[in-house]
T-cell receptor
């Protein structure tokens, strides 16, 4: 069935380096994607979204890239900080406003 | 600005007992509302969503039900809890399609 998955379950980066978190999706008809950050014991926090008519979108220290040819989504975090340590989820819109979430990637920032 | 509240934050219940988790949204009208469950170390599974008062769609067969008695109130219930109902329950809202969903801080439910 349709699914959204992540390539790496855990990513460790040095403070100050850039982080790249990847996500693959299988539904070529999906037209809306979101990245969330979830800290321990809290609900997911919206980071950035992108629609399928765009290839790239930038926020504060974050960039989302969408490659529809290979159905790949990535989140880039510039100058990663200890406060960026969390689980990151990609989500794909399915059927109206229902989201399908990936399993998540743990980002660990080493000081 | 919009805010979402869930309570309680944690709950310990015996098997077979009833459940009622409440979620309210402030600062917006006629939001889409959602209930998710998250197993430990896993992604989110959509349980129910609602596009308006009294309108509930169920995504997976289960021991739970949802109700929306008011525009900005969403309730998750069970008549008899099972051990498998343990988990982290999250409520979310969105303005409309193709807009991000915003989550509450969840309820950690443990069934003994």
């Amino acid at each position: 069935g349709e699914s959204v998955g992540l390539h790496l379950p855990t990513l460790s980066v040095q403070e100050g380096d850039n982080s790249i978190i990847n996500c693959a999706y299988s539904n070529s008809a999906s037209d809306y994607f979101i990245w969330y950050k979830q800290e321990s014991g809290k609900g997911p926090q919206f980071i950035i979204d992108i629609r399928s008519n765009m290839d790239k979108r930038q926020g504060q220290r974050v960039t989302v890239l969408l490659n529809k040819t290979v159905k790949h989504l990535s989140l880039q975090i510039a100058a990663t900080q200890p406060g960026d340590s969390a689980v990151y989820f990609c989500a794909e819109k399915k059927d109206g406003n229902k989201l399908v979430f990936g399993a998540g990637t743990i980002l660990r920032v080493k000081s | 600005s919009q805010t979402i509240h869930q309570w309680p934050a944690t709950l310990v219940q015996p098997v077979g007992s009833p459940l009622s988790l409440e979620c309210t949204v402030e600062g917006t009208s006629n939001p889409n509302l959602y209930w998710y469950r998250q197993a430990a170390g896993r992604g989110l599974q959509l349980l129910f969503y609602s596009v308006g008062i009294g309108q509930i769609s169920s995504e997976v067969p289960q021991n739970l039900s949802a109700s929306r008695p008011q525009d900005r109130q969403f309730i998750l219930s069970s008549k008899k809890l099972l051990l498998s109902d343990s988990g982290f329950y999250l409520c979310a809202w969105s303005v409309q399609d193709n807009q991000p969903q915003h989550f509450g801080d969840g309820t950690r439910l443990s069934i003994l």
